[in-house]
């Protein structure tokens, strides 16, 4: 029967998968954890593996209002049985939900446009602010990703065996967390000289792109006076801000639905991603009019798969949802708990250093000891491992992959909280014994 591999596929094990899947998939394609998850179902926050194990999802962000949300699955299946074909046709679902993003942003960026990832997002944004300033240059943070293309994987400094940063591109450091308590905008000061010196290289600064929260280096929130005064010495040499919202964005840092606007600022362009259409791939290039006017004037736009029919169904049923469920107002609370939670077991536990984060996005560093603090990869992993054992996923990031990572979807509640507190507390005890 048709469906006979299929069914094959389901009864072999984990280990029989693993090793067919190395076989034909590039090493390149990373997997997580050293006994691989064969995940087979999700609903909510919950994925259950081949054997029908269930685990708190406490890593994924793409699944944004919960894996298979029935009202998602629904907006996608109804516009795929109707009509899905490119955006050069009219079509009501891709006006509405253009109209619908563009209200959650600063009236200032006021028109937007369609790709499927988040680095396509980044690359338009790039092709843009090159065109518009007719400069090359770019600034980053340290350890900063912005996606997998050549256009931006030169200056995703955090791909692995990193490469030297390409001449055009400057790598600024990561603030000081806000929890710190550090002056923001003294500590962006000393981007202006890197700035004014990129200005008056033959590139010129085409624009600084900055993850809102600075995921790949280790997760960090930007200082108060930080992001204004960046903005300040970024247009002071003709460049743009963009804001990198593909990780920070879709109310995930609890207080406000896009992360940069924790700091009062508004962008030139904002791109977002992977949240957007829950699993279907959605991104979005947002702009003030004048840039958008500039650079039609010398290019056209056409993304063969963005901003279809589907592609906008999907979208506003995502909104709905964040709207419908009042998910702001439940990921700024159950974040707070986190950040409490992530604070008490720092305190007990000497292989834990800062914790970082908010909403429902944490990093907390793994330490070798607090006195010489250096950062513990290999207990991080460990850990990471630990806890996937006792059934709840997180993983690891940052410039030394000692700071574990927790990024559930945005439905995560109070007693998934508790969960992943209570696991990780175990885990750590268990830990400090071995
Ligand atoms: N920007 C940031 C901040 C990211 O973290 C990522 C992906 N991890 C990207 C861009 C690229 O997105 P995509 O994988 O959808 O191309």
């Not at 998602?72 to 050069?88: C, P």
């Not at 460049?239 to 609890?254: A, C, I, N, P, W």
């Not at 054992?389 to 945005?410: D, E, Q, T, Y």
Request: contains cysteine.
């Amino acid at each position: 029967m048709w469906f006979g591999a299929f069914a094959m596929a389901h009864e072999e094990t984990p280990d029989v998968l693993f090793q067919r899947r190395s076989k034909v998939l590039s090493p390149s394609y990373y997997h997580h954890y050293d006994e691989p998850l064969h995940a087979v179902r999700a609903q909510g926050v919950t994925i259950w593996d081949q054997a029908g194990k269930a685990y708190l999802d406490c890593y994924n962000n793409v699944p944004s209002v919960g894996h298979c949300h029935p009202h998602v699955i629904d907006a996608l299946t109804k516009q795929a049985s109707a009509i899905n074909a490119h955006s050069r046709y009219l079509h009501d679902t891709i006006v509405t939900y253009a109209e619908r993003v563009l209200e959650t942003l600063p009236a200032e960026l006021d028109m937007c446009v369609f790709a499927c990832s988040g680095t396509e997002a980044n690359a338009l944004a790039y092709d843009i602010a090159r065109t518009v300033t007719g400069h090359r240059g770019v600034i980053v943070s340290e350890g900063a990703y912005h996606g997998n293309a050549l256009a931006v994987g030169d200056f995703s400094i955090y791909r692995g065996g990193a490469s030297a940063t390409p001449e055009f591109a400057r790598a600024i450091p990561v603030p000081p967390s806000e929890e710190t308590g550090v002056d923001g905008r003294a500590f962006a000061d000393q981007t202006a000289p890197v700035a004014a010196d990129l200005g008056r290289s033959e590139f010129g600064l085409a624009m600084a792109m900055i993850d809102s929260i600075f995921d790949a280096p280790g997760i960090f929130t930007a200082p108060s006076g930080y992001l204004a005064r960046l903005a300040e010495i970024v247009r002071s040499q003709g460049g743009l801000l963009v804001m990198d919202e593909v990780q920070s964005g879709l109310t995930r840092l609890g207080d406000n639905m896009w992360g940069f606007m924790d700091s009062g600022i508004v962008p030139d362009i904002v791109t977002m991603g992977k949240p957007m259409g829950a699993g279907y791939p959605l991104s979005i290039v947002a702009a003030k009019r004048p840039i958008f006017e500039a650079f039609a004037e010398t290019r056209q736009y056409f993304n063969t798969f963005g901003g279809t029919p589907v592609a906008g169904a999907v979208g506003n049923a995502v909104l709905d949802v964040i709207e419908g469920e009042n998910i702001l107002q439940s990921v700024g609370q159950v974040g707070r708990d986190l950040t409490a939670g992530f604070e008490s077991l720092r305190q007990r536990f000497d292989c834990l250093g800062q914790a970082r984060g908010k909403g429902l996005f944490h990093g907390i560093e793994v330490i070798s000891d607090p006195r010489s603090r250096q950062p513990d990869r290999m207990k991080a992993t460990e850990i990471v491992n630990d806890m996937r054992r006792a059934g709840v996923l997180i993983s690891a990031c940052g410039m030394f992959g000692n700071v574990l990572k927790v990024r559930p979807p945005l439905v995560f509640s109070q007693r998934d909280a508790d969960q992943l507190l209570t696991t990780l507390e175990r885990v750590l005890g268990q830990n400090e014994r071995n």
